[in-house]
């Protein structure tokens, strides 16, 4: 690292995050032409390729920023901006119709998802985003940094591993119609790591609440103290 120029270690992070943005697209365009179980499989295992190498950029980008000291606010804007793209485009699209399970009971047809990821848990993993993205606002404009705790990073890298592991798991093994024993132990795996990752996601959300009711102490102190 000592022959990286200035000038590379000031773009370079950021780059990398733009490029974390380029590939989500990517993601997205080659996830969309499958549909379950068998059309366009290809696509949908080149798709977790390219989530897991924007996966990769996202502990690259801020790694090298942080060890470079060129943490720089676009970089503090734009990285959590381009892990919501990734993460939710992700969810938002393994509770969609690519990977719904028809089935037929006696009531009638019934459908499941084959990925175990259900709109419920896009909400709820959605607002936590929406949640701390308001605290996080709130802190900075009174001029207190509001970084990423490790409940956040733990998430994200949870997040990161449920997303294209799933997607393997479903297009490879026909977790959702399959009955072999493999199919069923996919699916398993499936619902657990996906109801786990729900979980810790509403977890991590806590340390920031914790860390805005202090923040919001200290403006009230500030308050009293003025008056």
Known sequence: MLGVSKTVRRQLPNALTVLRLL?????????????????NTTWANVAVGVFIVAAITDALDGYLARRWGVVSTFGRIMDPFCDKVLVMGAFIYLAGPRFVVREWVEAGDFF???????????????ARELLVTGFRGEA????????????????????SITIPLVIFLVVNFK????????ALWARWICYVVVYATVVVTIWSAWPYIRRLRQVLDQGDAAGDAAT
Do not use: C
Not at 112 to 126: C, E, F, I, Q
Not at 140 to 159: D, P, T, V, Y
């Open 23 to 39: 590939l989500a697209g990517a993601f997205f365009a080659t996830l969309n032409a499958y549909r379950y179980p068998d059309h």
């Open 112 to 126: 499941t998802m084959a990925t175990g990821v259900y709109p419920w848990m896009v909400a709820v993993v959605l």
């Open 140 to 159: 900075e404009s009174k001029g207190i940094s509001f970084a990423a705790s490790w409940s956040g990073k733990g998430k994200m890298i949870l997040q």
């Open 175 to 182: 977790t959702g119609r399959d009955d072999s024993a493999w």
